[in-house]
């Protein structure tokens, strides 16, 4: 059996475990579909970014969206971490897990006026500001406030992440952060500003990137910008490198956070600027492969071209593969005696776009318990209610304990905030 990405998933007496849990026994006991994640599973993938860190002065901000339950960032937040916030809300989950407003970074290209107020009455240790638009509007409400906003400009430095077009970020074109032959006159604008403290760089090209060589020439892109800066006497303290770094679904072969780090700070190093500070922002990498989501198979449907494997997990549960086309690892939980067979897996949702793996090599039967690989990350953060279906449970194990850190959503709690007409 193949299983990418994580030491925690093994196969004991012929049965799918996560760090010693039996998948099949959890789903039984919780009911389907069911998110399971591993505590230590992410602690060992923080564990080579802060290896590689040791003796910078740095900070490791968890991108909360990449999964949000409180466990997860009081998890990251025990551990040391900053976190990387795209939403008021998301601020509110960071505090409500135990996490330090000092040690959050505020992304993202429509912050609000309330946004940008809560995190600045918060104390956020900077945001990361995406046009000079939000530039001005940052500036006003800070002032309003009697305070300054402590900022990085997300500069956009025009390379090819080589990733899907849906989650990259970094070239022209795109949404995202200040083009970079317009940063050094949006820092002098920055500088100017009553209302703004400038704190820093920021960069972030994409997602799910698997090569170093992105990364690089956006760092190259970055130093030059930060040279120009310096030199009309704008201080940047630190550098904010982003996140993305690519996990492995199936065959792809992502560099090791700490190598990857490595080449960076070799760079960094190389080019005279190893004091500044440095942040970086992972996500998938610290999460993906931390997570499964269990799902039973309800029923079989052979037919002339395709064979329907129907579970009851749905692209409100899991929408990477309707959204992106994504590949996600599924294998079956326990050993059976079907034969092998070439299988649609799909869920109940009325979309034909609604389904988890297709032309998969897998022998299964209705009861059994599927787990789809690699789903801690853009998972549980990306589920919705399409359907009037509630919202899966999510369990955490670390070592013997097994905690339920979300109940599954009842339907009464789905039109709870509705109202018929009077
Ligand atoms: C989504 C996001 C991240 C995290 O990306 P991953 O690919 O999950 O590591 C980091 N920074 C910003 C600004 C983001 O939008």
Same mark, same amino acid.
Not at 31 to 36: D, E, I, N, S
Not at 332 to 337: E, F, M, V, W
């Given at each position: 059996m193949n299983l990418p990405g994580s030491p925690f998933l093994a196969v004991q007496d012929g049965r799918l475990c996560?760090?010693?849990?039996?998948? &099949? @026994?959890?789903?039984? @006991?919780?009911? &389907?579909?069911?998110?399971?994640?591993?505590? @230590?599973?992410?602690? *060992?993938a923080l564990a080579p970014y802060q290896r590689a860190l040791v003796g910078r002065a740095h900070l490791v901000c968890y991108a909360v969206k990449a999964n949000s339950n409180l466990a997860v960032l009081q998890t990251f937040a025990q551990a040391g971490c900053g976190?990387?916030? !795209?939403?008021?809300? %998301?601020?509110? /989950?960071?505090?409500?897990?135990?996490?330090?407003?000092?040690?959050?970074?505020? *992304?993202?290209?429509?912050?609000? $006026?309330?946004?940008?107020? @809560?995190?600045?009455?918060?104390?956020? /240790?900077?945001?990361?500001?995406?046009?000079?638009?939000?530039?001005?509007?940052?500036?006003?409400?800070?002032?309003?406030?009697?305070?300054?906003?402590?900022?990085?400009? $997300?500069?956009?430095p025009d390379v090819?992440?080589?990733?899907?077009?849906?989650?990259?970020?970094?070239l022209k074109g795109n949404k995202f952060g200040v083009a970079h032959e317009q940063a050094l006159a949006s820092y002098r604008r920055a500088a100017s500003l009553p209302g703004i403290r400038v704190v820093g760089i920021d960069c972030h090209i994409?997602?799910?990137? &698997?090569?170093?060589?992105?990364?690089?020439?956006?760092?190259? /892109?970055?130093?030059?910008?930060? %040279?120009?800066?310096?030199?009309?006497?704008?201080t940047l303290h630190h550098m904010d490198l982003g996140g993305g770094l690519g996990i492995t679904y199936t065959d792809e072969t992502p560099p090791a956070a700490d190598a990857l780090i490595a080449a960076l700070l070799a760079r960094i190093d190389a080019r005279g600027h190893g004091h500044r500070e440095l942040l970086f922002e992972p996500g998938r990498s610290l999460v993906g492969n931390a997570g499964v989501l269990l799902t039973e198979v309800m029923y079989l449907k052979r037919g002339e071209h395709k064979n329907f494997c129907i579970v009851d997990a749905a692209m409100n549960d899991l929408m990477r593969p309707a959204l992106y086309e994504a590949y996600m690892?599924?294998?079956?939980?326990?050993?059976?005696?079907?034969?092998?067979?070439? +299988?649609?897996?799909?869920?109940? !949702?009325? %979309?034909?776009?609604? +389904?988890?793996?297709?032309?998969?090599?897998?022998?299964?039967?209705?009861?059994? !318990?599927?787990?789809?690989? *690699?789903?801690? #990350?853009?998972?549980m953060t990306m589920a919705s209610n399409y359907n009037t279906r509630g919202r899966a449970a999510e369990v955490m194990v670390d070592? #013997?304990?097994?905690?339920v850190v979300r109940e599954r959503e009842r339907v009464e709690d789905l039109f709870k905030m509705e109202r018929l007409m009077g």
């Amino acid at each position: 059996m193949n299983l990418p990405g994580s030491p925690f998933l093994a196969v004991q007496d012929g049965r799918l475990c996560l760090d010693g849990h039996d998948l &099949t @026994q959890l789903a039984h @006991q919780h009911a &389907t579909p069911l998110y399971v994640y591993s505590r @230590q599973a992410m602690l *060992s993938a923080l564990a080579p970014y802060q290896r590689a860190l040791v003796g910078r002065a740095h900070l490791v901000c968890y991108a909360v969206k990449a999964n949000s339950n409180l466990a997860v960032l009081q998890t990251f937040a025990q551990a040391g971490c900053g976190f990387d916030i !795209v939403s008021a809300g %998301e601020l509110a /989950r960071v505090l409500a897990a135990g996490g330090d407003a000092a040690k959050v970074v505020f *992304s993202g290209v429509g912050k609000s $006026r309330a946004e940008m107020a @809560q995190a600045l009455q918060a104390g956020v /240790r900077c945001f990361n500001v995406e046009s000079t638009a939000e530039l001005e509007v940052l500036s006003d409400v800070a002032a309003g406030l009697g305070l300054r906003a402590p900022v990085s400009l $997300r500069v956009n430095p025009d390379v090819d992440a080589g990733t899907h077009p849906y989650i990259s970020t970094g070239l022209k074109g795109n949404k995202f952060g200040v083009a970079h032959e317009q940063a050094l006159a949006s820092y002098r604008r920055a500088a100017s500003l009553p209302g703004i403290r400038v704190v820093g760089i920021d960069c972030h090209i994409g997602s799910q990137i &698997t090569e170093v060589a992105p990364y690089l020439d956006a760092l190259d /892109r970055v130093l030059d910008l930060v %040279e120009a800066i310096e030199a009309e006497g704008i201080t940047l303290h630190h550098m904010d490198l982003g996140g993305g770094l690519g996990i492995t679904y199936t065959d792809e072969t992502p560099p090791a956070a700490d190598a990857l780090i490595a080449a960076l700070l070799a760079r960094i190093d190389a080019r005279g600027h190893g004091h500044r500070e440095l942040l970086f922002e992972p996500g998938r990498s610290l999460v993906g492969n931390a997570g499964v989501l269990l799902t039973e198979v309800m029923y079989l449907k052979r037919g002339e071209h395709k064979n329907f494997c129907i579970v009851d997990a749905a692209m409100n549960d899991l929408m990477r593969p309707a959204l992106y086309e994504a590949y996600m690892g599924i294998v079956n939980t326990q050993g059976t005696d079907e034969p092998t067979d070439t +299988w649609d897996v799909v869920g109940p !949702v009325c %979309e034909s776009g609604d +389904w988890l793996g297709r032309d998969r090599s897998l022998a299964v039967k209705p009861g059994d !318990v599927l787990a789809v690989l *690699s789903a801690g #990350a853009y998972g549980m953060t990306m589920a919705s209610n399409y359907n009037t279906r509630g919202r899966a449970a999510e369990v955490m194990v670390d070592g #013997a304990q097994v905690s339920v850190v979300r109940e599954r959503e009842r339907v009464e709690d789905l039109f709870k905030m509705e109202r018929l007409m009077g």
